[in-house]
């Protein structure tokens, strides 16, 4: 079956770095995708990602393993408005997606 | 990305009554939109997939008879939850596809069933 796997829930101190991961079993891959939904509201798109390596976006940074099956959301310089569920979501080979049960990322000062 | 928006935001309606939510791609011709749905604390969750002029695609489970799904033109989708009941109250969200497999999500639709 295909599966997403994502921590349920993570805490990080303001200013600091925070690194939550996904792992992914999908029936052929087109891409990953990291959302974030802060509480009460809709997702928005953070990053895609089809091929291994880093790609950084100012505070964010995403990476991926397609051999491992295997990404990170990489978040610097937290900031209290990062508190929000940070969803992980794989691309299929028929271009559906399947999403994670999401990682909800609580920031302390 | 595209902007997209939903209406209504909130709806509390009695149980047995339709409701009708409208997402709308602002600035983005939308040949295929999603809607999903969303109980507290749990991952999103495909109803459907909605091509412009044809019929809707349900994701097992989902009755396509009660969730009507119209997607009459490439800025307008609209899901109609008929008779609904307290056990359909949740989160709706629709969702227009963009370029490289993107999805571009509105502000979603608390609905609440009495």
């Known amino acids: 079956g295909q599966n997403i796997d994502q921590p349920t829930e993570m805490t990080a101190t303001e200013g600091a770095i925070v690194q939550i991961n996904c792992t992914y079993q999908t029936s052929g891959f087109n891409g990953l995708f990291w959302y974030q939904q802060h509480a009460g509201e809709a997702p928005t798109f953070l990053s895609y990602?089809?091929l291994d390596g880093l790609e950084e976006k100012g505070r964010f940074s995403s990476f991926l393993s397609r051999s491992k099956g295997y990404s990170y959301l990489l978040l610097k310089e937290l900031q209290m408005k990062d508190s929000a569920s940070y969803l992980c979501?794989?691309?299929?080979?028929?271009?559906?997606?399947?999403w994670g049960a999401g990682t909800k990322l609580i920031i302390k000062p | 990305g595209a902007v997209v928006s939903q209406h209504p935001s909130w709806v509390i309606c009695k149980s047995g009554t339709s409701v009708k939510i409208e997402c709308r791609s602002l600035d983005f011709q939308a040949t295929t939109m999603f809607w999903y749905r969303q109980f507290p604390k749990q991952s999103l969750m495909l109803m459907a997939t909605?091509?412009?002029?044809?019929?809707?695609?349900?994701e097992q489970g989902v009755e396509k008879d009660k969730f009507l799904i119209n997607h009459a033109s490439l800025t307008l989708s609209t899901l109609t939850v008929t008779s609904a009941h307290p056990e359909d109250s949740s989160f709706y969200i629709c969702?227009?596809?963009?370029?490289?497999?993107?999805?571009?999500f509105g502000p979603g639709t608390r609905l609440l069933v009495l």
């Open positions: 979501a794989a691309l299929d080979s028929n271009y559906q997606l399947i």
């Open positions: 909605s091509n412009e002029g044809s019929k809707a695609t349900y």
């Open positions: 990602n089809v």
């Open positions: 969702s227009v596809k963009g370029g490289w497999e993107t999805q571009y």
